[in-house]
């Protein structure tokens, strides 16, 4: 009878671990977004009234979650100006995004249709969508970061040739995520992410993964003293190894100016 007794709770405890660990994936939608100079204030209207539309989807259960970055540097020649990320706890709902109608109504419950017309020119006007990526976060350190507004992070796009994914993922997780940790634990780092782009597929994709180092501020990112002080030998091997598995294709860093949250 005890043997059953402790077979039963290993089995639930197994189960309930299970739907734990897939009910905190987190999956991300990045919208990289080009700002003409003159556009800047048009387009921080587009994004003020968006900010209720996101409200609403949270509240329906689309998403989880929505923000709103300054790309750094940030010249009309340098491609994006602006990031936009909307979070799930569901691929599907990711790739499909939800009733916007609906959300749309109950955020502006009152608005005319020429009125909702004029707002989707507006927006279609204020800037240009340059292209989406689709991700799936891979590990992170802990505590989780309540990212304030005003808090900034290095994202870097990661290029793993087909085939090397699994090794350059166990390498993030086993010998990065450790040093990640160390420094989240210290004070010298706030967060550090890894994801997987899930449409980064190819020779010819331009970044397969993304790493994200999450800072409070400028000050702490530019003393932050790197990864690890004073490496040993096998620290210094196993992080050539590690950056031996990718190429690093760019670094951009982004600042938080607008975020929505349940």
Known sequence: MMKKLLLLIA???IGNTAI????????LLFEFMHVDNEQESAYGETENF???????????????????????????????????VSLY????KMM???????????AY?????MDRMKKMEHTSKSRDLTHRVYLQQIATTTPEYEMPIGMVARL?????EPGQADDFEKAEVEVFQPLHQQSVNDGSLANWGLMRNMLGYGSDSYATHMTVDMYSSYDQMFNSGGIVQDPT????????????????RSVRIIQLIRKVRP
Not at 20 to 27: D, G, H, K, P
């Open 233 to 248: 030998a096998a620290q210094i091997k196993a992080m050539d190894d590690a950056m031996a598995t990718r190429d690093l």
């Open 96 to 106: 499909e995004g939800g009733d916007f109608d609906k959300a749309f109504d109950g």
């Open 156 to 160: 870097n796009f990661m290029k793993v």
């Open 11 to 13: 089995i639930v405890w």
């Open 20 to 27: 734990a660990q897939e009910a905190e994936t987190l999956y």
């Open 89 to 92: 706890n569901d691929p599907v």
């Open 50 to 84: 968006w900010e209720k539309i996101h409200e609403q989807r949270i509240k329906n259960g689309d998403a989880l979650g929505w923000d709103l970055w300054r790309i750094t540097p940030g010249g009309e020649n340098q491609g994006s100006q602006y990031m936009t």
């Open 109 to 113: 419950p009152d608005m005319s249709d």
